[in-house]
C-alpha cells in the first residue's frame, strides 16, 4: 500500500517546516498521558507504484519473514521502557503490503504484541491490504488472529487507471477483495483516488459509487499528487485542472452524504459508530509507538514530548534492530514548546467538528495563551471558528486547510 496526500483543494498555501529546536521541551506539566496506539511498518510490496512515496521496497522472492519477526521483536523490547504500563487502544500494520504475510507470521507477530504489550481487549486491530494479494483463506486466517479491521487499497475501478498507477489488481480483483475481506472481519475500509490522469468527473463519480455499493462503511479517498523523488516527480502525468478537482472532492461528499457516509475528516468517510480509532487518535494528537523500518512514532512523557523514527531501510533495520545498540533508530527529537501549536493544530483541524479547546492543555502541557495571537489570527481571516470552547475550522478554512494550519507555524 502506499500513500498519497489528503484532499488538498485548489488554492491551499502548503508552509514549509522550520529546522527543528533544541531548546525547553514541554516542562513537567503533562499530568495524564494520551491514548497510545501502535504502528507497524512492513516494508515490501510486489513492486513500487509510480505516486509512492512511502517507505516501500520491491519484494524479493521470498519475503524474509522470520528475519523480519524476530527483528520486531527486538525493536519492541527495546521501546518497552518507554511504554511500560501503557494500555494499547489501536495496532495498524501498514507498508508496503502486509498482506504479503503469511497467516503464520501473522498470528506470530499478533501473539508477540499480546505477550509484550498490555493491548485493550476491543482494540482496533487493521491491516493494510492489496488486492492483488488478497486471498480468502489468508483474510480469514488474519481474522481468526486477531484482525478486526481491514484497509484495502483499491485506488480505483477503471483498468486504464489502475494500469496507469502501476497496481497489480484489475476491477474484478478488487470486488472480489472486498467481498473476501467482508467476510473475513467486522470493518473494512476503501482507499480510493482521485483526480487521476485525465480523469473525468464522471469517472472519478463512478469509481466513487462503485465503491459504496458494498454496502462500505468507511472510504478514505485521496487525491493524487505529484511527490518528490518518485517516478511520477520524474514523469509527470497529465493531471485534472485545479477547478476540476474541486468538482470532483465536492461530488464524492455527495455520493457518500447519499450513502449514509459523513466526513469526519479531510479524506475520511464513515457511517456512526464506523470511525478509523487508530486516526482519530492521530488527529488529536495522540501517542503512538512506531516500530519496523522507517517507521514513526511519538510518545509523551510527565516533561517531554519525543518524536523518533527507525531506519528506512530494511535490510539495516533488521541488522541494527537485532543488535540491541540503538542505532535502528534513525532520530529521536524533544519537540519544542515553540513547534507544538503547529504540531497540535497540523492534526485537529483536520476533523471537521475539530477539538476541545482543553485538549491542547492536556496533550502539550501548555496553555493555550501561549499561541493565543494566532488564534486571534486565523479567526480574523474566516478560517477559524471563533468559540472559545473549540478549535475547529470554519467551512471557509477547511477549504484553504493549509494556509489555516500554517498560521501556526513560528
Known sequence: MSRVIPILPAGSLVGTRPAPRTSAPVGSLLTTLPPLSLYIHVPWCVKKCPYCDFNSH????????????DALQADLE??????????????????GTPSLLSERAMDRLLSML??????????????????????????KEYG??????????????????????????DADQARAAIEMAQAAVPRVNLDLMFALPQQTLQECLRDAREALSFGTEHVSIYQLTIEPNTVFAKFPPSLPEDDLAV???????GACGEAGLERYEVSAFARAGARARHNVNYWQFGD???????????????????????????????????????????????????????????????????????????????APTEFAGMLALAVKKGLLNGAADRY???????????????????
Open 78 to 95: 527495546q521501546a518497552l521502557p518507554s511504554v511500560w504500563g501503557r494500555q494499547v487502544h489501536t495496532v495498524f500494520i501498514g507498508g
Open 247 to 253: 468538482e470532483m472532492e465536492d461530488a464524492i461528499e
Open 392 to 410: 475547529q475550522a470554519t467551512p471557509l478554512g477547511w477549504r484553504f486547510l493549509n494556509e489555516l494550519q500554517g498560521i501556526f507555524l513560528i
Open 288 to 366: 503512538y509507538l512506531g516500530l519496523g523500518p522507517g517507521a514513526h512514532g511519538k510518545l509523551s512523557f510527565p516533561d517531554k514530548i519525543v518524536r523518533q523514527a527507525r531506519v528506512r531501510s530494511p535490510e539495516t533495520w533488521m541488522q541494527t534492530a537485532l543488535a540491541r545498540d540503538g542505532t535502528h533508530i534513525s532520530e529521536s527529537r524533544i519537540l519544542d514548546t515553540q513547534e507544538l501549536p503547529f504540531e497540535f493544530m497540523l492534526n485537529a483541524l483536520r476533523l471537521r467538528e475539530g477539538v476541545s479547546s482543553n485538549l491542547y492543555a492536556e496533550r502539550c502541557g501548555r
Open 114 to 139: 499480546r505477550a509484550h504489550l498490555n493491548i485493550w481487549p476491543d482494540a482496533e486491530i487493521t491491516l493494510e491490504a492489496n488486492p492483488g494479494t488478497a486471498e480468502a483463506q489468508k483474510l
Open 144 to 169: 481468526r488472529s486477531g484482525v478486526n479491521r481491514i484497509s484495502l487499497g483499491i485506488q480505483s475501478f477503471d483498468l486504464k487507471q489502475l494500469k496507469g498507477l502501476g497496481r497489480i489488481h
Open 58 to 69: 520491491q519484494s524479493p522472492s521470498v519475503v524474509p519473514e522470520d528475519q523480519y519477526l
